[in-house]
DNA sequence: TCGTTAACATTTTTT
DNA sequence: ATGTTAACGA
């Protein structure tokens, strides 16, 4: 017996590294893991947690495993069965939203939640926001709904209620006077925000002794992925789950926090090792993942950033293929090239699935779908609209939501004339100014008017059509009760009766199936089902897991997307397009305090999403917002050693492409034009450096060009008979 | 109340 | 270029 236990310890621990090793197996002691792109961190992870469960140190129940993302925690449960033979129901292993979620079920009294309270999503928050500031009359100029709700955010994000926020002038006082009106209509509806979670529980447990020791004794080990991506308030919620005799692992790494935006603090690295960690610091270096000149690369790059904690990649692969950097004239010639790199590679074997175009931002992906439609390649595109967000789901879900919680303003207002029952903004503003008379919710004061007679159409008829769909769904099964509210509210004849409806009716009846799939999923529903039945644990289902994108999952097809959305995968062969100064480094960031920094880390990110081969591209000029930009090259290819790279665009003879004379050709300003100074041109400027003419004006001695050096030194108009100009 | 048009902004994103 | 939202007229 005792042989046997020793055998599969032994097979769990087979193959890690000297490094892993220690990592998975650390006594019981708080440390933090420096876990470089592709050094396995994953399979650290769940191995010490399989581990630890298997050796007898702890209990499932006794230890809390936190990550960023459900791909992630689903991602840890799938390969903890496939290490253990163990019922991992009831394990607090989730997202931070997800275990805040559950506590403040747990414990709703305690909270000072209803029972069935409701999570709003971003653009839930947003419309609650907007109807905030439009019941307290407020000029939305001066006080845009977004800059509220960020605000509202940031605080909360920070563990900031009103009362702590720490005003200096009248414009921060009034966002602090909204941002307390916005809790109060949160509390009167019974929805909680994203925020608002995690903050709650954080308050829960720092309020309550009981619950937090509790809780701090049951979990012996808490372990947190990605923590690099942790914001303040995230640490502090941790830390309250952390008691005298819990061990805490942190796994992170520095170098790929690219979510400084939102609001992740990566100095809470330091911070952990400051509290807990200590020197107790194993750093995960060799790298799986990518062929020596791509690690090179990569190191190269990140060097290149003052503030980083310091860890260098290594692999024991070969060197492999050079990078290979490609020039293009334009957008459209960098795609097409791209396309054709992509055929020859899938020609030679190279599943498509395999391959990725990464990109900075989204709008360039456009560009590249056309060049891949008329090829005929397969893609797929990441990112954009998922299932839970889009229009007709939100509305179905509000009637959902109103079922489960008359007094959710924000879904009554969705829903109360969509479709439209001829319920106006005339009526509204009645009822709202009655709701906010008598201080109550809106359906309580449509109630209150509720005259039967009157029951047929308007706002009579909703209060009659939302009693008959409760008594209607009453005790049914969840995907029957979603079909009745579906037929009873209209919206499946309004969108049967729109010409462009086909699609949104189609995802209707896909709500019904994914009820049907979440139903049936034990996993699901033990998870969410603690308190408030099914309804309720659907609808929470859906606000913190928007649901994958879209389906084409499992056809190969070439993946699509944002370097940001490409972390934590890998592929055979990665492009990365747009790499111009002012698109990656993206301008907005270079005004940003550290900006470049993140900048380069999301560089570094990209980079290393590569195993075999490695493709860089810019673009002279490209289409953006409808005009002609000129770029000049990336200051992150200058970054990278030379002899890492070889450029690819010897292909094109030095004849200029027909195409080129169009883009190049200036529409305004320089017709006549008979200098040799032409827009796209590279030149040098002694004191300003390399740029781009983008602009020329007038002739002869009077002859003005205008300059784009880039981030640097910006936009210039030079006079040529006065700058000392070369070609570049 | 609803449909049309004009103005507008447009990095990155999970929960 | 493009998609979304606010204001305006029928």
């Known amino acids: 017996m005792l042989c046997l236990k020793s055998n599969m310890t032994a097979n769990l621990l087979d193959g890690l590294n000297p490094e892993q090793l220690a990592a998975v197996t650390l006594p019981h002691q708080s440390a933090l893991i420096l876990a470089g792109a592709g050094s396995g961190k994953t399979r650290v992870l769940t191995t010490r947690i399989a581990w630890l469960i298997q050796t007898g140190q702890v209990s499932p129940l006794g230890l809390l495993a936190v990550t960023f993302t459900n791909k992630a925690a689903k991602e840890m449960l799938t390969r903890l069965t496939a290490m253990l033979p163990i019922n991992t129901r009831g394990m607090w292993v989730g997202t931070f939203h997800g275990l805040s979620n559950r506590l403040l ?4 009294r305690d909270a000072g939640l209803p029972q069935l309270f409701q999570i709003l999503d971003t653009a839930d928050q947003l419309s609650a926001v907007k109807r905030l500031l439009k019941a307290l009359d407020v000029d939305t100029e001066k006080y845009e709904p977004k800059k509220v709700q960020y605000f509202i955010n940031g605080n909360k994000e920070a563990g900031l209620r009103p009362e702590h926020v720490e005003v200096f002038d009248p414009y921060t006082r009034r966002l602090v006077e909204f941002y307390a009106a916005y809790d109060a209509q949160c509390n009167r509806d019974g929805v909680v925000d994203f925020s608002e979670l995690l903050l709650r529980a954080y308050e829960l447990l720092a309020r309550n002794d009981m619950l937090r020791t509790h809780y701090q004794e049951r979990f012996r080990y808490i372990l947190v992925d990605e923590f690099q991506d942790t914001n303040r308030l995230q640490y502090r919620w941790l830390k309250m789950f952390a008691g005298e005799d819990s061990a805490l692992l942190a796994v992170g790494d520095d170098d790929q926090s690219i979510y400084a935006f939102r609001g992740a603090h990566s100095g809470n690295m330091n911070e952990f090792q400051r509290d807990y960690a200590g020197d107790n610091v194993i750093k995960l270096e060799q790298n799986y993942r990518s062929h020596g000149n791509i690690l090179d690369a990569a190191n190269a790059l990140i060097t290149q950033n003052a503030t980083r904690l310091g860890k260098n990649l290594w692999t024991s692969e070969g060197k492999g293929e050079p990078i290979r950097v490609f020039e293009a004239y334009n957008d459209q010639e960098e795609a097409s090239f791209i396309v054709e790199e992509v055929k020859a590679l899938h020609r030679d074997g190279t599943a498509l699935v395999d391959m990725a175009l990464l990109y900075r931002s989204n709008a360039q992906s456009r560009v590249l779908e056309h060049a891949l439609f008329s090829a005929g390649v397969p893609y797929r595109v990441y990112g954009g609209l998922r299932f839970f967000e889009r229009q007709e789901i939100k509305h179905a879900l509000a009637y959902l939501r109103l079922l489960a919680n008359p007094d959710d303003d924000g879904a009554f207002s969705r829903i109360v004339n969509f479709p439209t029952r001829g319920i106006g903004a005339r009526t509204l503003e009645q009822l709202s100014d009655a709701a906010q008379a008598a201080n109550t919710s809106l359906w309580q004061a449509a109630r209150a ?27 049914l099964p969840l995907p029957e009760a ?7 509210s209209g919206l499946a004849a309004h969108y049967q009766a729109e010409k462009e409806g086909a699609d949104r009716l189609e995802n209707l009846n896909e709500l019904i199936n994914a009820a049907t799939v979440f139903s049936n999923d034990p996993e699901a529903m033990a998870e969410l089902d603690e308190v408030g039945g099914p309804l309720a644990s659907f609808l929470a289902h859906a606000a913190l897991e928007a649901g994958d994108h879209q389906a084409g999952a499992g056809s190969d097809a070439l993946q699509l997307m944002t370097v940001h959305a490409a972390k934590g995968l890998e592929f055979h062969a990665v492009f990365v397009g747009g790499l111009e100064e002012g698109l990656f480094p993206h301008e907005q960031s270079m005004n940003e305090k550290d900006g470049i920094e993140e900048e380069r880390r999301l560089m570094y990110v990209a980079i290393t999403r590569a195993r075999r081969r490695l493709y860089l591209s810019h673009a002279q000029s490209r289409m953006l917002h409808g005009q002609v930009r000129y770029g000049i090259p990336s200051r992150f290819l200058d970054e990278l050693p030379s002899e890492l790279l070889k450029l690819v665009n010897a292909k094109r003879n030095s004849a200029v492409p027909a195409s080129h004379d169009s883009y190049a050709a200036p529409k305004s300003n320089a017709r006549n034009n008979t200098s040799p100074w032409r827009i796209g041109m590279n030149v040098r400027h002694a004191k300003f450096g390399l740029g781009v003419v983008v602009n020329v004006e007038g002739q002869g001695e009077d002859t003005r060009v205008q300059i784009n050096f880039g981030a640097a030194n910006g936009m210039k108009w030079l006079a040529l008979a006065y700058a000392k100009l070369e070609v570049a």
Do not use: S
């Open 449 to 475: 008017q509720f005259d039967p007679a009157k029951a047929v159409k308007g706002l009579p008829g909703f209060v009659a059509l939302m009693g008959a769909m409760q008594d209607a769904t009453q005790g």
């Open 105 to 108: 079920r747990t414990h709703y």
């Open 482 to 488: 979603i079909e009745h509210v579906l037929h009873m």
